[in-house]
């Protein structure tokens, strides 16, 4: 189900993309769409391998949407500051560095979880937990009690509240992947002689 949705709504975003003439999100968005479609057919053809794959592609989703949110959202923080005039230095740019170092981590995590999901899952956790400090500030600080007036009038409120909750999402799926992982020997074989 989760694959169906995952390449609906990016046929959608492949499909803007195309029609604005963004090639590089296309071929990146194309890429994502295909690698989903595959998961999806993948149910069809051989399920019994499909869990497995299907499970990384559930969470380089999940990581991938929170890098991309989470980044976007930050990099229009520092463009509307810089075009104010006003340049984040102390603890402020120190947040918002993190931020920047884990949105990045985020996405090496949506990479690495496809290949060795224990070491995405925890580099994805590691890059969420420097992603926090910024966007606690920032989901503190959003005007809740007004929630249509943020995500329909508030320039960017929307894409704020979409990176709050994305990032809460990878948050809680590494923390449970990590922990599940745990149980079973961290996916390790162990050597026996």
Not at 4 to 10: E, G, N, R, W
Not at 82 to 95: C, E, K, L, V
Request: proline content about 3%; aromatic content about 16%; overall charge neutral.
């Amino acid at each position: 189900m989760f694959n169906a949705v995952v390449v609906l709504a990016l046929s959608n975003a492949v499909w803007n993309a195309f029609h604005a003439h963004d090639f590089i999100p296309l071929a990146l968005l194309g890429v994502v769409t295909t690698a989903y479609a595959v998961g999806l057919l993948l149910y069809i053809v051989r399920p019994d391998f499909a869990t497995t794959v299907n499970q990384r592609l559930t969470a380089g989703g999940i990581y991938l949407l929170a890098a991309f949110t989470t980044d976007s959202t930050v990099e229009e923080s520092l463009f509307i500051s810089s075009a104010s005039g006003y340049h984040f230095s102390g603890w402020p740019g120190a947040t918002i560095n993190a931020s920047l170092i884990g949105s990045l981590l985020l996405g090496l995590a949506f990479l690495s979880v496809l290949i060795k999901p224990q070491y995405g899952n925890l580099v994805a956790l590691v890059g969420a937990c420097l992603a926090w400090p910024y966007f606690a500030y920032l989901a503190w600080h959003l005007p809740w009690r007004d929630f249509v007036w943020l995500v329909t009038i508030h320039s960017g409120g929307k894409f704020e509240v979409i990176s709050v909750f994305s990032l809460l999402a990878a948050t809680t799926y590494s923390i449970f992947r990590l922990c599940f992982e745990r149980e079973n020997g961290w996916g390790f074989r162990r050597r026996t002689n």
